[in-house]
């Protein structure tokens, strides 16, 4: 079970496959129906301790960083706490203020990665206060926090992160609503999320089946030799994690960027060679989002959308990809799935061994 394919499938594929799995027991026992929130008893905090949160910081490596960037949307929208993610390996190197009021949090898949061990190491000496989201019970980074949150995706051997990373969007949803249930989120706004994150293993298993139109979206962008992935506010980082993903495997150059600066610069390189795939969730973003994609068709950009049914694309020839609506605080999860899908399958019609990208390790350990 450990290492190489099950059933001649790469380990990223059944990996993919197994996220409504392992979403759900992420969620397991975690969510208090009577009081519309979470209960995350491994962060060893109460609800004064809680309610006493100032700022959160969350550092992570790669996707996990990007997903730590998710995290902290979630946390302001819901909590209202100011909150943000920092890139682990760059934070160690500066001289980070390490405020007692500020929860930091570690996330990573493996609890191994070295430079966001040394990053919980620095907060901690400095008496800051660390909570880890974590896959790998008892790994060094679990060990180093004061407390935290297991992701229970079960072993992930693929080097591409995929099934952890979604485990971990739902331990930020579940820390954001325990967070602002014990400040100003209301009855109602709980129920509301709590219902959504119970409706998210099904709604991923509904993305997984439209697998077909987004392998054929996959390949055809895999000639290209660079792309555009975009996305505004909580669609960018869903963007970098796309490009992310789509560099790792597909060994094209894949750069994401924030859909409001496309014209500060970037507009200069779209052609019909350069591709974009575009993260537009039916939100009040919306217009803004149509009217930056007009700016790409003029240009001669082919369009690849991940949006929800319903958003009206207009006179663009782009190719769509809908995803199943949920609260709209929780679509970054299901608008990252088809975007795993995207850069699996080009990498497949690149015929790239995609469990074992070049010049990649799972986790990184030594400096
Ligand atoms: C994910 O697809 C990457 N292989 C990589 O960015 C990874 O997420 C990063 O190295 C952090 O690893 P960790 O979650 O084990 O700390």
């Known amino acids: 079970y450990e290492h190489g394919q099950i059933d001649g499938r790469p380990r990223m594929y059944t990996e993919m496959l197994e996220q409504p799995a392992s979403v759900e027991r992420a969620l397991r026992g975690r969510l208090d129906e009577r009081f519309a929130t979470a209960h995350l008893g491994g962060l060893e905090m109460d609800a004064r301790e809680l309610r006493a949160v100032r700022r959160v910081k969350i550092l992570g490596c790669g996707s996990a960083y990007y997903v730590g960037q998710m995290g902290a949307s979630l946390i302001e929208e819901l909590a209202r706490i100011p909150a943000d993610a920092e890139a682990a390996s760059e934070f160690r190197y500066r001289s980070p203020v390490i405020e007692p009021d500020t929860l930091y949090v570690a996330v990573s898949q493996s609890g191994e990665t070295i430079d966001t061990l040394l990053a919980v190491e620095e907060v901690r000496r400095k008496g800051g206060r660390v909570i880890g989201l974590v896959n790998v019970v008892g790994s060094a980074i679990a060990r180093a926090c004061d407390g935290g949150i297991y992701l229970h995706a079960g072993p992930e051997i693929a080097v591409a992160s995929t099934k952890a990373l979604t485990t971990m969007f739902v331990g930020f949803a ?194």
């Open 174 to 367: 579940l820390l954001a609503l325990q967070l602002g249930r014990v400040r100003d989120l209301s009855v109602a706004d709980g129920r509301r999320l709590v219902a959504g994150l119970q409706k998210l293993p099904a709604q991923i298993e509904q993305v997984l089946e439209g697998e077909e139109r987004i392998a054929q979206a996959g390949t055809a962008l895999a000639p290209a030799e660079s792309l555009f992935f975009v996305g505004r506010v909580r669609g960018y980082p869903v963007a970098r994690e796309g490009a992310q993903k789509f560099k790792e495997i597909s060994y094209r150059h894949a750069e994401a960027y924030q859909m409001s600066e496309l014209k500060h610069g970037p507009l200069a390189l779209i052609s019909p060679e350069v591709p974009t795939v575009a993260v537009v969730p039916d939100d009040e973003l919306t217009d803004r989002n149509v009217a930056a994609l007009h700016e790409i068709a003029a240009r001669g950009g082919p369009l690849v959308v991940v949006t929800h049914a319903g958003v009206d694309l207009g006179e663009l020839a782009a190719e769509r990809i809908d995803v199943p609506r949920n609260e709209r605080e929780l679509d970054p999860l299901l608008l990252t799935v088809p975007l795993q899908l995207l850069a699996y399958h080009a990498a497949l019609a690149l015929g790239h061994d995609v469990d074992k990208p070049r010049n990649l390790a799972k986790s990184v350990t030594v400096e």
